[in-house]
């Protein structure tokens, strides 16, 4: 049995039936979801920032941000890491205001649309996003911001909540898509380059594409709800603590 087959530099698949089929559910099905549910998050490096560092760091990061895989991924990491590192403000500073600056660089973040993203497997950029909500939640925040700070985060909920509602689905992807009805020698799975039929061959390669976009649409929608039920949970612990 043929494997799959490896990812392009573009993140797309060589066609082939039943493998390519399989490669994509294996890459957003429940095991994936579990193995990015428990992946650390980016490691913060460097001493904390001072206000201005954060303002300065905060503008050049958001000129990182582009609907495209890459750039993505380097704002939400970057991001992260500069939330982390300015968490907490150095002896002398104005904790609400440095924190009201943390406020908008993670809301900035937290209104990227990932679902723009098109060149690339989005899982891990919704949960590089949903980490920076979460640690907005976790942040030791002035009583006086802890309003803002929660209906920040009750509003990328509601709309990472639309997002996941947003991906219609008909039906379950199967394991190995079978070839048009009077293919000679039809096997579910089997390589469309087999089929010398051009007209059959052709209908067969776009049943692979459609299978293969069910699968992700299917794995998308079940990776936001679990990450949208994490992050309730988070935020709700961190507000029934500081009450």
Same mark, same amino acid.
């Given at each position: 049995?043929?494997?799959?087959?490896?990812?392009?530099s573009?993140?797309? $698949?060589?066609?082939?039936?039943?493998?390519?089929?399989?490669?994509?559910?294996?890459?957003?099905?429940? *095991?994936?979801?579990?193995?990015?549910? *428990?992946?650390?998050?980016?490691?913060? @490096?460097?001493?904390?920032?001072d206000?201005?560092?954060?303002?300065?760091?905060?503008?050049?990061?958001?000129?990182?941000? %582009?609907?495209?895989?890459?750039?993505?991924?380097t $704002?939400?990491?970057?991001? $992260?890491?500069?939330?982390?590192? *300015?968490?907490?403000?150095?002896?002398?500073?104005?904790?609400?205001e440095? $924190?009201?600056?943390?406020?908008? !660089?993670?809301?900035?973040?937290?209104? %990227?649309?990932?679902?723009? !993203?098109?060149?690339?497997?989005?899982?891990?950029?919704?949960?590089?996003?949903?980490?920076?909500?979460?640690?907005l939640?976790?942040?030791?925040?002035?009583?006086?911001?802890? %309003?803002?700070?929660?209906q920040?985060? *009750?509003?990328?909920?509601?709309?990472? &909540?639309a997002?996941?509602?947003?991906i +219609?689905?008909?039906? @379950?992807?199967?394991?190995? !898509?079978?070839?048009?009805?009077?293919?000679?020698?039809?096997?579910?799975?089997?390589?469309?380059a087999?089929?010398?039929?051009? %007209?059959?061959?052709?209908?067969?390669?776009a049943?692979?594409?459609?299978?293969?976009?069910?699968?992700?649409?299917?794995?998308?929608?079940?990776?936001?709800? @679990?990450?949208?039920?994490?992050?309730?949970? !988070?935020?709700?612990? &961190?507000?029934?603590?500081? +009450?």
């Amino acid at each position: 049995m043929r494997g799959p087959q490896p990812q392009r530099s573009d993140g797309g $698949y060589e066609l082939r039936g039943g493998a390519m089929t399989r490669a994509i559910q294996s890459g957003i099905g429940p *095991s994936c979801i579990a193995l990015l549910l *428990s992946m650390p998050v980016f490691a913060a @490096q460097g001493p904390a920032l001072d206000l201005a560092s954060i303002r300065t760091q905060a503008a050049v990061i958001e000129k990182q941000w %582009k609907a495209r895989a890459p750039d993505a991924r380097t $704002y939400f990491a970057s991001i $992260y890491a500069l939330l982390a590192k *300015s968490a907490t403000p150095p002896s002398g500073e104005q904790p609400p205001e440095r $924190y009201r600056q943390i406020l908008r !660089v993670a809301n900035d973040a937290l209104t %990227k649309n990932v679902a723009a !993203v098109a060149d690339w497997n989005r899982l891990p950029l919704y949960k590089a996003q949903t980490d920076i909500a979460m640690e907005l939640c976790t942040l030791a925040t002035p009583a006086a911001l802890r %309003k803002a700070y929660a209906q920040a985060s *009750s509003t990328y909920v509601a709309s990472l &909540t639309a997002a996941a509602a947003a991906i +219609h689905t008909e039906g @379950q992807p199967s394991l190995n !898509v079978s070839p048009p009805e009077g293919t000679p020698n039809a096997v579910a799975g089997m390589d469309p380059a087999a089929i010398k039929d051009p %007209k059959a061959r052709a209908a067969y390669e776009a049943s692979i594409r459609a299978n293969a976009q069910l699968s992700a649409a299917v794995g998308e929608r079940m990776y936001l709800q @679990q990450r949208i039920a994490t992050l309730r949970s !988070v935020c709700k612990q &961190t507000t029934n603590e500081t +009450h």
